[in-house]
């Protein structure tokens, strides 16, 4: 742990709390041989601010916007967001030797056996909620930091609660009351019925929505004689696996290391397949005033992950229903250490529930050319490999993610460009 001795711990901290004004409280130590944080957000400024996705929130815009700006034995490798205050003494001050002890009692929380509301709103709830989490469900669970749900998860239960009890919430409401009582609380008081309706993604996908794609047929060549010469020069492009994309319409499914990604994908694609294909990306990420000509001819679809999330959802089908193909980065964020960070399901729903097959793309090098945080990319020898494309017949969402992972994951560790 000498790698440790220098640390300014203090530091740390204060330049994790300027850096986000979710993180209300927040203490750096040395847990199983790492630097480890405990975060207590600000749940009243989350609130303000509308967030629904909390965890996410701090993690990408507190913990590692702090780690992108440190060297590697600065870097926070662990962290556990917290619901009550950090232990203090007299003075104000963390009393660091009490820790250990608090983290374990933070954990069982959650698991408490309290009195709980009998009435049929709070049981329906609590029942359904019970498909989407192995969770303990109390009156007391943070609907997220809890119950681990996802933003997939608030489209089922919002779906849920409007076939159900009648009462239509959204995002914003949704982020003023994450605790279990205070929600089923709101849902009594607003309810026009109780009528328990199962809900599937089939039937939520299926739902009528108005969405016109805007196709740019000039986009494609420019990417194709302008763009791709250019990337094959300055990152010694290498791409292989084009005779790999089925005829049908398909869900492109690349690794996700920088923001250079979309772009070189865009002119690496074949050029029958690239004319088809509707790239999804973050509205946060890509709708200003720089990316938003970009993206207005570039067969973007915006979504918008703290709004409006089943009609992203249903916005995503419109390109497959019209045999055109949509390419999704599965893990859903750039990688910050170029290892595959966990894949979400979203692609496996989508592929699943219209029968549509997954093509996995090796994308690698891009991390070196522009990690996150860097403004200019720099010359590195970039690879892409279109993988055989996997059908979802006879496969679960989750079997479907794994499949897909495992793919990229294995063709990765095979090239020169996988670093030990």
């Not at 692609?347 to 070196?368: Q, R």
């Amino acid at each position: 742990m000498n790698s440790h001795k220098e640390v300014n711990i203090p530091k740390i901290e204060q330049t994790i709390l300027k850096i986000s004004n979710v993180v209300k409280e927040v203490v750096v130590f040395i847990h199983n041989n790492h630097l480890f944080a405990l975060i207590y957000p600000n749940f009243q400024e989350a609130k303000n601010r509308k967030i629904i996705r909390l965890e996410n929130e701090i993690r990408w815009y507190a913990v590692e916007l702090y780690n992108m700006k440190v060297k590697n034995d600065q870097k926070i490798k662990g962290y556990q967001i917290v619901q009550t205050p950090l232990p203090k003494d007299a003075k104000g001050e963390v009393e660091r030797s009490k820790l250990e002890k608090f983290m374990k009692e933070q954990a069982l929380l959650c698991g408490n056996v309290e009195d709980e509301p009998k009435d049929k709103v709070y049981q329906n709830i609590k029942n359904f909620l019970s498909t989407l989490t192995a969770e303990p469900i109390t009156s007391s669970s943070h609907l997220e930091l809890d119950l681990h749900l996802d933003s997939l998860d608030y489209i089922e239960l919002f779906t849920f609660i409007e076939k159900s009890f009648g009462v239509n919430i959204d995002e914003a409401q949704f982020s003023q009351m994450m605790i279990m009582d205070v929600l089923c609380h709101y849902i009594n008081e607003k309810k026009q019925k109780i009528t328990i309706t199962d809900i599937n993604w089939k039937t939520i996908l299926s739902e009528k929505i108005s969405f016109d794609l805007i196709y740019s047929p000039l986009s494609p060549m420019i990417y194709k004689t302008l763009f791709l010469p250019l990337y094959k020069l300055y990152f010694s492009l290498k791409v292989s696996g084009s005779e790999n994309f089925p005829k049908q319409p398909c869900i492109i499914a690349p690794s996700h290391q920088s923001m250079l990604d979309g772009f070189i994908l865009a002119a690496a694609l074949p050029y029958d397949v690239l004319k088809k294909t509707f790239f999804l990306a973050y509205k946060i990420v890509f709708d200003t005033k720089i990316m938003r000509p970009i993206v207005q001819h570039s067969q973007t679809i915006l979504i918008n992950v703290n709004k409006d999330l089943k009609a992203s959802m249903q916005k995503s089908t419109v390109p497959l229903k019209n045999g055109q193909n949509l390419l999704v980065f599965p893990e859903g964020a750039r990688s910050r250490d170029r290892e595959l960070l966990e894949f979400k399901k979203f692609f496996a729903i989508l592929s699943i529930e219209l029968d549509i097959p997954v093509v996995p793309v090796v994308l690698d090098g891009t991390f070196e050319a522009m990690p996150a945080g860097k403004l200019f990319p720099r010359p590195s020898r970039v690879i892409i490999k279109y993988l055989d494309p996997i059908y979802p017949k006879g496969l679960s969402y989750d079997e479907l993610v794994a499949k897909v992972k495992k793919a990229i994951h294995e063709e990765m560790i095979k090239h020169p460009l996988h670093r030990v």
